[in-house]
T-cell receptor
């Protein structure tokens, strides 16, 4: 079956611009996660959705970051007024349920470069 | 915040050699996972260990979870070029769904 897909695969933008990153989870997975992976680092948790609602957004670095999942499937991560420090690979993962025993399946990521 | 420390950070070995990478923390984890990530891809789960002292084998890979559930190791026997990649350990606390990742060990196996 199809895995987690993310678009675009690469995004180059200028400082101050707005960007949207899309995640299409595995069909039937109720939980969706966003992580950010900076160069030379492991992924860092940003936000978790259970269904349509953001159950935990404690990892979002500031209010320029926002994510939605309006129909409980596709999710969009939105970044306003981008800064050079936002440059990273943004990873999306999904799992059937949400819990420590549920395997999270990762997409290939979107590489964001802010010039 | 749970902190996972991985060592070594970089490892370059010849094909056929054995290697061990480590993942350590001062915190106790309910489960610990090992992932492998290739360039341009997301992490792919290799194994989950949940019981202190547990040993799991996946072909040439052997994973061990420490008795106190604070540390883990990954041993690769007779490494092959296809083993090249970034190896990440990740853990969740009790009742948590957030994965906390280490920085990873970047492995290069030279033919």
């Amino acid at each position: 079956g199809a895995g987690v897909s993310q678009t675009p695969s690469n995004k180059v933008t200028e400082k101050g611009k707005y960007v949207e990153l899309r995640c299409d989870p595995i069909s039937g997975h109720t939980a969706l996660y966003w992580y950010r992976q900076s160069l030379g680092q492991g992924p860092e948790f940003l936000i978790y959705f259970q269904g349509t609602g953001a159950a935990d957004d404690s990892g979002l670095p500031n209010d320029r970051f926002f994510a939605v999942r309006p129909e409980g499937s596709v999710s969009t991560l939105k970044i306003q007024r981008t800064e050079r420090g936002d440059s990273a690979v943004y990873l999306c993962a999904s799992s059937y349920l949400a819990g420590e025993a549920d395997t999270q399946y990762f997409g290939p990521g979107t590489r964001l470069t802010v010039l | 915040t749970q902190l996972l420390e991985q060592s070594p950070q970089f490892l370059s070995i010849q094909e056929g050699e054995n290697l061990t990478v480590y993942c350590n923390s001062s915190s106790v984890f309910s489960s610990l996972q090992w992932y492998r990530q290739e360039p341009g891809e997301g992490p792919v789960l290799l194994v989950t260990v949940v019981t202190g002292g547990e040993v799991k084998k996946l072909k040439r890979l052997t994973f061990q979870f420490g008795d106190a559930r604070k540390d883990s190791s990954l041993h690769i026997t007779a490494a092959q070029p296809g083993d090249t990649g970034l190896y990440l350990c990740a853990a969740t606390g009790a009742g948590s769904y957030q994965l906390t990742f280490g920085k990873g060990t970047k492995l290069s196996v030279i033919p």
